[in-house]
């Protein structure tokens, strides 16, 4: 049975090299912590069919992120010099021209290996996770290789997650956006929320 890394644990750390701004360097996962959120978003590969559509939707949308305070990092088992070639190509060519974020090589498949995402083909699957400024996980999904994902749940549980690490006795319902209504940890507490959402109403 493979067992993902564990939801309030800290998430694997990894020295490995990246690639922003088409310069090389290295990035370490930990260098984050005490400092930002990170989104660590793994992908198949370079100039696949989905990714490219996802990398650059956020990327486009990277001013919500930093009012988050959050940093996105890319990983996929390319090499740097593929992430580099991703990078230099344009758009409409399935690359990722501009992007606002650095693009992780794993190309020894060690990281996507501790993160419990590498294919029997030896790609990764779509796997994102979110972890907090002490470095602890504290969300993840992964997806099938053709279904993107969405980046305004991305968002908005994002938004929750951080809700409720400072609002210590709260939780976010279904559907939760900034400036709902909230619940209570505690279930009597609760009840309030309950009996003005399900409760008949006057005409």
Known sequence: ??????????????????????????????????????ILLFYPANFSAVSPTELIGLSDRISDFKKLSTQILAISVDSPFSHLRSLLSDRE?????????????DLTQAITNDYKLLTEDGLAF??????????ILQYYTVNNL?????????????ESIQYV?????????????????ILYSHPLKSKIYFKDLYSPKKS
């Open 1 to 38: 049975m493979t067992n993902f890394p564990q939801i309030g644990k800290i998430a694997p750390n990894f020295l490995t090299i990246g690639v922003y701004k088409k310069r090389l360097g290295k990035i370490r996962l930990s260098d984050y912590r005490g400092k930002k959120y990170v």
């Open 165 to 181: 690490k400072k609002n210590p006795g709260q939780a976010c319902p279904v559907d939760w956006r900034h400036g709902d209504p």
């Open 93 to 105: 060519e399935g690359g990722l021209a501009n992007l606002a974020y650095p693009l992780i090589s």
């Open 146 to 158: 053709l279904c993107g994902r969405s980046i305004n749940e991305l968002l908005r549980i994002l």
């Open 126 to 135: 779509p796997g994102l996770f979110i972890i907090d400024k002490e470095g």
